[in-house]
């Protein structure tokens, strides 16, 4: 079974950028989709961006489209999510997850803090 640990979260002004990095383990990453989410306080969890595995295929929210990039690499076992010109309301713990489809995930990590202040 893959398991998940994220990092890169941290402290960033509004309009800068930060890059989160999900590190997988696991000889069977390369067959999982891949998404990352995410939950704001007092929200629900909600879909960012996904990642298909054998095409590589890339969905994300609307409210990302063009700021956030998913991308993977197979060989390290990584996945990343590449977050550009940063608002307020990006502000939530991220959270890396593997699934068997990018519409079905059963397999997450711990979480990293994203904080965006104004």
């Known amino acids: 079974q893959v398991q998940l640990v994220e990092s890169g979260g941290g402290l960033v002004q509004a309009g800068g950028s930060l890059r989160l990095s999900c590190a997988a383990s696991g000889r069977t990453f390369g067959s999982y989709a891949m998404g990352w989410f995410r939950q704001a306080p007092g929200k629900e969890r909600e879909f960012v961006a996904a990642?298909?595995?054998?095409?590589?295929?890339?969905y994300y929210r609307d409210s990302v489209k063009g700021r956030f990039t998913i991308s993977r690499d197979n060989a390290k076992s990584m996945v990343y999510l590449q977050m550009n010109s940063l608002k307020p309301e990006d502000t939530a713990v991220y959270y890396c997850a593997a699934g068997v489809t990018t519409s079905d995930y059963n397999i997450w990590g711990q979480g990293t803090q994203v904080t965006v202040s104004s």
């Open positions: 990642i298909g595995w054998r095409r590589g295929n890339t």
